[in-house]
């Protein structure tokens, strides 16, 4: 009982605060507060726990103790997913089309999906956002797989996609890009995931949208597919999806025999993710680092590495 009027009293300070804008950092002084929504993504390690737990969570932003305003399931928050394929990928990639179509039609009804394809140019919306889910479904084609259809890296084409969630409202979001990873708009060394400028924007952008990306490595056609370079792309693809709290899929250096074990991983770690909505006290603009720890022992969690406001 005194457990419950603890989190009721803690509760009601959080929303005083939320409704004043202003909060109070380490130093003692006041600061504005703004609240920042993050996806999380919970994970049981006792198989036998598979429904969705009410979680305590431990959160610092920068550091520093933030207090958590709400924690969103799947069913109270629907998700809001973008499917990205890059044009160019080799021609065994085409039977995974009806794979991809079915994933997006079996989404949990309210979910919202949107489907594009990164080419040479621009990003090709073949559906925009929307919770019709069939029509969504029915957009996804092979890719072209042609080395023409090249995009100029495919980081510039992910920003794009990005920047169609702005539209959408908050909550669970996710993206899955079917990619090389490789950016060698400005040579080798910038398809290194330390040295790709439009990977670190890919990052940035996500993070400020809250956009968890699920990335799944297959090579183009007519690339010399050399070993260096498709590792790097791989190497990417890892950093983009770790920060962002999505996960990286890949089978050695070649097209994966099947995308259907990676589907129903990505479907799983979907169907547990939550949205959480904390009070940010640091108004400075730029990266600011979190770390999220569950209370609880038996669970892991999967979580940004931080935002940039």
């Given at each position: 009982?005194?457990?419950?009027?603890?989190?009721?009293?803690?509760?009601?300070?959080?929303?005083?605060?939320?409704?004043?804008?202003?909060?109070?950092?380490?130093?003692?002084?006041?600061?504005?507060?703004?609240?920042?929504?993050?996806?999380?993504?919970?994970?049981?390690?006792?198989?036998?726990?598979?429904?969705?737990?009410?979680?305590?969570?431990?959160?610092?932003?920068?550091?520093?103790?933030?207090?958590?305003?709400?924690?969103?399931?799947?069913?109270?928050?629907?998700?809001?997913?973008?499917?990205?394929?890059?044009?160019?990928?080799?021609?065994?990639?085409?039977?995974?089309?009806?794979?991809?179509?079915?994933?997006?039609?079996?989404?949990?009804?309210?979910?919202?999906?949107?489907?594009?394809?990164?080419?040479?140019?621009?990003?090709?919306?073949?559906?925009?956002?929307?919770?019709?889910?069939?029509?969504?479904?029915?957009?996804?084609?092979?890719?072209?797989?042609?080395?023409?259809?090249?995009?100029?890296?495919?980081?510039?084409?992910?920003?794009?996609?990005?920047?169609?969630?702005?539209?959408?409202?908050?909550?669970?979001?996710?993206?899955?890009?079917?990619?090389?990873?490789?950016?060698?708009?400005?040579?080798?060394?910038?398809?290194?995931?330390?040295?790709?400028?439009?990977?670190?924007?890919?990052?940035?952008?996500?993070?400020?949208?809250?956009?968890?990306?699920?990335?799944?490595?297959?090579?183009?056609?007519?690339?010399?597919?050399?070993?260096?370079?498709?590792?790097?792309?791989?190497?990417?693809?890892?950093?983009?999806?770790?920060?962002?709290?999505?996960?990286?899929?890949?089978?050695?250096?070649?097209?994966?025999?099947?995308?259907?074990?990676?589907?129903?991983?990505?479907?799983?770690?979907?169907?547990?993710?939550?949205?959480?909505?904390?009070?940010?006290?640091?108004?400075?603009?730029?990266?600011?680092?979190?770390?999220?720890?569950?209370?609880?022992k038996d669970v892991e969690i999967r979580h940004p590495a931080g935002y940039t406001r």
């Amino acid at each position: 009982m005194e457990t419950r009027k603890f989190k009721i009293l803690l509760a009601a300070a959080a929303f005083s605060i939320l409704l004043t804008g202003l909060s109070y950092g380490q130093d003692g002084k006041s600061r504005g507060a703004k609240p920042v929504t993050v996806p999380v993504t919970i994970r049981v390690r006792d198989s036998k726990l598979v429904e969705m737990r009410i979680v305590d969570y431990l959160l610092r932003e920068d550091g520093e103790m933030q207090t958590i305003l709400s924690v969103r399931p799947p069913t109270d928050s629907p998700m809001t997913l973008a499917v990205l394929i890059q044009d160019d990928l080799v021609s065994s990639v085409s039977v995974e089309a009806k794979g991809l179509a079915n994933f997006i039609r079996n989404q949990p009804g309210g979910s919202r999906a949107m489907v594009g394809y990164i080419r040479q140019g621009t990003l090709e919306v073949r559906r925009k956002f929307t919770n019709e889910l069939q029509r969504v479904a029915e957009s996804v084609r092979p890719p072209q797989g042609f080395a023409s259809a090249a995009p100029f890296n495919p980081y510039v084409e992910i920003i794009e996609g990005l920047k169609r969630f702005d539209s959408q409202p908050l909550g669970r979001r996710a993206m899955i890009v079917v990619t090389d990873g490789v950016d060698l708009s400005r040579g080798f060394d910038s398809s290194t995931p330390g040295q790709s400028i439009d990977l670190q924007r890919a990052i940035t952008e996500a993070q400020r949208r809250s956009v968890a990306i699920y990335s799944i490595f297959a090579p183009t056609a007519g690339s010399s597919n050399s070993t260096a370079i498709n590792l790097n792309g791989q190497s990417c693809l890892e950093r983009l999806s770790n920060e962002t709290g999505g996960k990286a899929f890949f089978q050695g250096l070649g097209a994966p025999v099947s995308f259907d074990p990676f589907l129903r991983e990505i479907d799983t770690l979907m169907s547990k993710q939550v949205a959480l909505t904390y009070l940010s006290t640091h108004t400075n603009k730029g990266f600011h680092r979190l770390d999220i720890k569950p209370l609880e022992k038996d669970v892991e969690i999967r979580h940004p590495a931080g935002y940039t406001r």
